[in-house]
């Protein structure tokens, strides 16, 4: 009898486990379906030959990347919350008039066709550092930082915008942009039909060879090298660069000497001609008595 109510008892503990599991993993996917937990995200990936269309519709990508091989269509979609977009060689991505927003880097070694679209640089994911890779023509190109956020563009690069070039930093905290290696330069080019909204950046390596840009504002915490922005003029690239001749401590002793002497002669020559004149009023006067 005793053996009969432990292996019951065994049984029931069993039972009771097994109701409590099922119990779990039903609350689980209850709070899965009404969006009380975060579901778990996979990078977006096109492969080569695969497309991927947004349908006019959102894409979440839950702060996952975006790696395009094949075609990616946005068409009027919205691709947000994005960490890292790659497109790769033999990849296209159709902006359309869409929306793309991405807090990481973007690397472009195919193809990217604008349309009217919008690529929307942002703060997230705790970075302080994001690269801009490959030459892109984008329509509208916009910077927003509100943590001094580094733009590190790929030395020999271009970034081609038509439409809006917005670059946004904070007073206190300026956006920064730089190229990729000290002292070799990256370049963003507006076309002449573009519009800008620039305020709070600091800029080193990086040169507007289209527009303009930023010309009624200081470089806010950059070094330099900053053709075309800020009102500097711009730089034809492969002339050289020609210092303001100085002179040493020993030139400037002798053209102190050397101005120095002229003066005392200027001087000896007006003082001669105040004496001939007061000579020459003393004859006339003589003569007339």
Request: aromatic share 6%; charged share 10%.
């Amino acid at each position: 009898m005793a053996l009969l109510n432990v292996a019951a008892s065994a049984g029931k503990a069993r039972c009771n486990r097994a109701v409590r599991s099922f119990r779990a993993c039903a609350s689980l996917a209850i709070a899965l379906a009404l969006g009380l937990m975060p579901a778990a995200h996979a990078d977006l990936v096109v492969p080569s030959g695969g497309q991927y269309m947004t349908g006019g519709g959102q894409t979440d990508l839950g702060g996952t990347d975006v790696i395009v091989a094949g075609t990616l269509f946005v068409a009027g979609g919205t691709l947000v919350n994005m960490r890292n977009l790659t497109i790769q060689p033999g990849g296209t991505i159709d902006g359309g008039s869409g929306v793309i927003e991405l807090g990481g880097n973007w690397s472009n070694s195919g193809t990217f066709v604008a349309g009217t679209s919008t690529v929307r640089f942002i703060d997230s994911y705790g970075l302080v550092s994001r690269t801009i890779g490959g030459n892109t023509a984008f329509f509208n190109a916009r910077f927003l930082s509100a943590g001094g956020t580094n733009y590190v563009f790929q030395v020999g690069t271009t970034q081609t915008i038509a439409g809006l070039l917005q670059i946004l930093g904070l007073d206190s905290n300026p956006i920064q942009f730089r190229s990729s290696a000290p002292g070799q330069v990256a370049n963003i080019n507006l076309l002449p039909g573009g519009t800008q909204s620039i305020l709070n950046v600091g800029v080193t390596d990086v040169w507007a060879t289209g527009q303009p840009l930023a010309s009624n504002q200081t470089n806010e915490g950059g070094s330099g090298n900053s053709s075309n922005w800020f009102g500097s003029p711009p730089i034809v690239p492969g002339s050289p660069i020609a210092p303001i001749p100085t002179l040493g401590d020993l030139a400037l002793l002798a053209l102190a000497a050397l101005l120095a002497g002229l003066a005392f002669i200027a001087l000896h020559r007006r003082a001669r001609s105040r004496v001939q004149r007061t000579h020459s009023r003393h004859s006339t006067s003589r003569n007339l008595a």
